[in-house]
């Protein structure tokens, strides 16, 4: 990506191409991570569109002296989801996960049953975890941010952030294995 200088000096379409590298390296991670906080896929595209027009619109005002191109852009998808929450209520701030789970059983249903039966406990599980846990949880497997990244964005140490990812996966493993968590 060109730096601040280098786009005030180039062109427009300089801007654009930048941009389209932005768009094609976090549209993945974007879209996952808003689906891990909302349940409907519309609202996950709704939302990951607003993301992207925010994001374009303000795109010749980043500075990425002030922060990495994914801290600004999962800012605004944060921004974009709790619109969706204020809009739409807290309610929506369920998991849902993909139905297009393939197995190689051949003709044998039972592997995509097994597949999809853990689909659903492990979105039972992740509704169990707190606002934050679940926050941190999207962006680390759905956003695919480390440790540093979440912190920065999330105003918090990066050891607290593997803190809390640590025990959040505690909790998930203790759900999906029946176990009883110690608080």
Not at 55 to 81: E, G, K
Not at 143 to 154: D, H, K, T
Request: glycine share 6%; proline share 2%; aromatic share 8%.
């Amino acid at each position: 990506m060109k730096t601040r200088r280098e786009k005030k000096d180039g062109a427009a379409e300089d801007l654009v191409t930048d941009f389209n590298e932005v768009y094609r390296r976090y549209l993945k991670p974007v879209y996952a991570f808003v689906a891990y906080r909302i349940d409907s896929r519309a609202d996950v595209e709704d939302v990951t569109a607003a993301v992207f027009e925010k994001a374009w619109r303000a795109f010749h005002r980043f500075d990425p002296a002030r922060a990495s191109v994914s801290t600004w852009l999962f800012t605004i998808a944060r921004n974009c989801m709790n619109d969706h929450f204020r809009d739409h209520g807290r309610a929506a701030a369920t998991v849902e996960l993909s139905d297009d789970l393939r197995s190689d059983g051949g003709d044998d249903p039972e592997p995509r049953l097994q597949a999809l039966e853990l689909r659903d406990e492990l979105v039972a599980a992740i509704g169990t975890l707190d606002e934050r846990e679940r926050e941190i949880v999207a962006l680390k497997f759905g956003g695919g941010m480390n440790n540093r990244e979440i912190g920065r964005l999330l105003d918090i140490s990066e050891s607290n952030t593997g803190t809390i990812l640590y025990r959040s996966l505690i909790k998930l493993n203790n759900q999906l294995e029946g176990g009883i968590e110690n608080d």
